[in-house]
């Protein structure tokens, strides 16, 4: 069974923070894809990565791929209110199953 | 709004009543998947259809759960005899390709079912 594991569960920062968020598996996935999810709705595709070692950017969040496609981090430089949600993970093994994070809580407080 | 829709955004049920939530993929999209989501916590895959057809229902309950894509008409995730532990958020989210393409998936803002 293949299983995806964040870490930390749940984040408060202070705005202008910092912060890395990590994806992790012992099964290697072909891509990977982070959704952010804010109360009350379904979750929104930031990202996908599908080459090992591949870094993506998206304004202030850096997106990585291990280099065995196994992990995967999200970092966030000065961190903001608007950045507050709920960040999964996602995995498939090149089929239509898209296999799910626990999630990252994320609060940044103004 | 051409996103996917989902309904009711809110059921109430008591144990042992049926729940029935609809979702109509995005215009164009063929691939629908049932998620379920418990508070705190992350997606767990239930369902995967194409029109017509369920490709992969290893992530639903043997039993009293049962989900259909039919030809025409919305997709359809149903619950016979609810009992507290069905009480969950569930999403439909559809997408334009399957296979090996890493397409992204669009979510629905999910139904939240609460059983008494």
């Known amino acids: 069974t293949q299983l995806l594991e964040q870490s930390p569960q749940f984040l408060s920062i202070q705005e202008g923070e910092n912060l890395t968020v990590y994806c992790n598996s012992s099964?290697?996935?072909?891509?990977l894809q982070w959704y952010r999810q804010e109360p009350g709705e379904g979750p929104v595709l930031l990202v996908t990565?599908?080459?090992?070692?591949e870094v993506k950017k998206l304004k202030r969040l850096t997106f990585q791929f291990g280099d065995a496609r196994k992990d995967s981090s999200l970092h966030i430089t000065a961190a903001q209110p608007g950045d507050t949600g709920l960040y999964l993970c996602a995995g498939t093994s090149g089929t239509y199953k898209y296999i799910f994070g626990t999630g990252t809580r994320l609060k940044v407080l103004a | 709004n051409a996103g996917v829709m989902q309904n009711p955004r809110h059921l109430v049920r008591r144990r042992g009543q049926e729940a029935r939530l609809r979702c109509s993929p995005m215009?164009?999209?063929?691939?629908v998947y049932w998620y379920r989501q418990l508070p705190e916590e992350g997606l767990k895959f239930m369902v995967y259809l194409q029109k017509e057809n369920i490709i992969d229902e290893s992530g639903m309950p043997k039993e009293r759960f049962s989900a259909e894509f039919p030809k025409e008409g919305p997709s359809i995730l149903r619950i016979q005899q609810v009992v507290r532990g069905d009480s969950a958020a569930y999403f439909c989210?559809?997408?334009?390709?399957?296979?090996?393409?890493?397409?992204?998936?669009?979510f629905g803002e999910g139904s939240r079912l609460t059983v008494l």
């Open positions: 215009k164009g999209h063929s691939h």
């Open positions: 990565v599908v080459t090992g070692g």
């Open positions: 989210a559809s997408s334009p390709v399957a296979g090996s393409q890493a397409g992204e998936l669009f």
């Open positions: 099964s290697v996935f072909s891509s």
